[in-house]
Nanobody, 126 residues
């Protein structure tokens, strides 16, 4: 059974940093796509960042490019999202997700992912 569990959320002031972690268990595929998504109150899910584990290739939404970094520690089976220069508009519940195969065109599309964590709240105050 595949399980993803996020941690690391919290409250910070604008300009601050947070690092989110997503521990993955029960996942036996050596090649996959993993991503971070967020949902602000009253808004739809938004793809934030994605990584293809076989190549290490990363992708980012324009809204976070240059501020967020997605990375993977295979030894720890953990996905990370380093968030710097946080803005109030980054406030949301953040989710990690994974799937065996995600087409390139859908790498930041929530419906392309099968496995999801429970989410962790990030609040950025001005």
């Amino acid at each position: 059974q595949v399980q993803l569990m996020e941690s690391g959320g919290g409250s910070v002031q604008a300009g601050g940093s947070l690092r989110l972690s997503c521990e993955v268990s029960g996942y036996t595929e050596s090649s996959t796509c993993m991503g971070w998504f967020r949902q602000a109150p009253g808004k739809e899910y938004e793809g934030v960042a994605a990584i293809y584990t076989s190549t290490g290739t990363t992708y980012y939404a324009d809204s976070v490019k240059g501020r967020f970094t997605i990375s993977l520690d295979n030894a720890k089976n953990t996905l990370y999202l380093q968030m710097n220069s946080l803005k109030p508009e980054d406030t949301a519940t953040y989710y990690c997700a994974a799937d065996f195969w995600v087409p390139f065109s859908a790498r930041l599309r929530p419906t392309a992912y099968l496995y999801w964590g429970q989410g962790t709240q990030v609040t950025v105050s001005s």
